[in-house]
């Protein structure tokens, strides 16, 4: 009998990669490293993004990720200034050039898979500019079967055809765009001829739908190609889950096999094969998809499972040593641990700081910060 039970819940803390040239070229981010550097996340504390060598960014996806991060670009930062925006990332976008935003996507419009609530929050930015091709917003019987069958993807379309009629009601002093640019994907990044090194711009072939079957439709090359000038590109194309050393790994799927949040030892999908006391949660069990309300689903599947194997007699309900010795073998390792009454002191303290700036809180974004106020 098992006496220990361990949830494997860290999530997807990598990228995936489009593999064209350029890839490597300096000004080529992943969304996932500009978010985490301006939520204060210490390892990117120092990334510091190029926002000053162009007026125009270029973000590749049209997701939840991509809006937020064309949110934190293009939304004045006289309104940032009470959030808890990491403060580095605040002086920063204060003086950044970008006032024009790309998104780009492979398919259109009736396919875009961000939600209504992260468009709406966007376009609803105070003074933005939303251009949208009206040629873009055409719709095909495919389409309209998508839509009937999917209603946030009909919610979607009917946001962004009302954001491409209307338009700013006056002038300001610091106009912002954002240009929802559909049906292209990238196929090489351009690099300066002034800069060597670093990224001028994206190369786009323009793709056409093919298939039959709605929902299922592949966004397919037509062989013609434009460029899109830019100073910084920031790729949205989704996350990676990455594997540990000893515990089993789809390195296809990019998750831990699992059956309802159990650990398997392999890929099969063999309930036979289950690691007994090892479980999953989250983009690490189903992959990088889905909001809050999916992850809140998808633990309870796991807490589900945990408490039938207790009551089935497969796992011991209580252990002694499950703790201490998990904790012995992390010092063995020379793990440093932070517990719970040490995250408990960051939080206090991030609120302490932010009381004084306005803010909800001001985030300690350096590892030793963090360490420093969690041991005191």
């Known amino acids: 009998m098992c006496n220990t039970q361990v949830v494997l819940a860290y999530g997807a803390e990598s990228d ?11 000004g080529v981010y992943a969304a996932r490293e500009f978010v985490w550097w301006y939520n204060g996340h210490p390892n990117c504390r120092y990334l510091n993004p190029d926002l000053k060598s162009s007026d125009t960014a270029v973000i590749l996806g049209q997701g939840n990720v991509a809006l937020d991060v064309a949110r934190i670009l293009l939304r004045p930062t006289t309104e940032l200034a009470t959030t808890d925006i990491a403060s580095h990332a605040f002086a920063a976008l204060e003086d950044s050039f970008i006032r024009k935003v790309y998104l780009v996507g492979r398919r259109g419009p009736a396919q875009a898979v961000c ?10 930015i105070k003074d933005l500019h939303v251009h949208i091709k009206e040629a873009d917003l055409l719709t095909t019987p495919e389409d309209e079967d998508e839509m009937r069958n999917n209603r946030i993807r009909k919610r979607v379309y009917e946001l962004l055809s009302k954001a491409a009629t209307t338009r700013a009601s006056h002038p300001s002093s610091d106009p912002r765009e954002l240009h929802f640019v559909f049906f292209r994907k990238p196929d090489k990044f351009l690099e ?4 060597s090194g670093h990224v001028s711009g994206v190369r786009l072939e323009k793709t056409k739908l093919v298939g039959d079957r709605p929902g299922e439709r592949m966004a397919a090359g037509t062989g013609q190609f434009e460029d899109l000038g830019c100073g910084i590109v920031l790729k949205s194309i989704g996350y990676k889950s990455i594997p540990v050393d000893g515990l089993p790994f789809d390195h296809r799927k990019g998750v831990v096999p699992n059956v309802r949040g159990r650990v398997l030892s392999d890929t099969s999908g063999d309930p036979m094969l289950l690691e007994k006391g090892l479980y999953v949660c989250g983009w690490l069990k189903r992959g990088p998809t889905g909001i809050i309300a999916t992850n809140l689903y998808c633990a309870e599947e796991t807490v589900a499972s945990i408490s039938e194997d207790l009551k089935q007699g497969v796992l ?15 010092d063995s390792r020379n793990v440093r641990v932070i517990p719970f009454d040490g995250w408990e ?9 932010g009381s004084l700036r306005n803010k909800p809180r001001e985030k300690l974004a350096t590892w030793k910060e963090l360490q420093k106020v969690a041991t005191e």
Not at 115 to 124: D, W
Not at 316 to 330: D, V
Request: aromatic share 0%; net charge negative; hydrophobic share 30%.
């Open 16 to 26: 995936r990669v489009l593999g064209i040239p350029g890839e490597d070229l300096s």
């Open 316 to 330: 011991a309900s209580s252990s002694s040593s499950g703790r201490e010795g998990l904790l012995q073998l992390l």
């Open 115 to 124: 939600t209504a609530r992260e468009l709406r929050e966007i376009i609803g």
């Open 192 to 195: 300066s001829n002034e800069r």
């Open 345 to 353: 002191k960051i939080d206090s303290e991030e609120r302490r700081l």
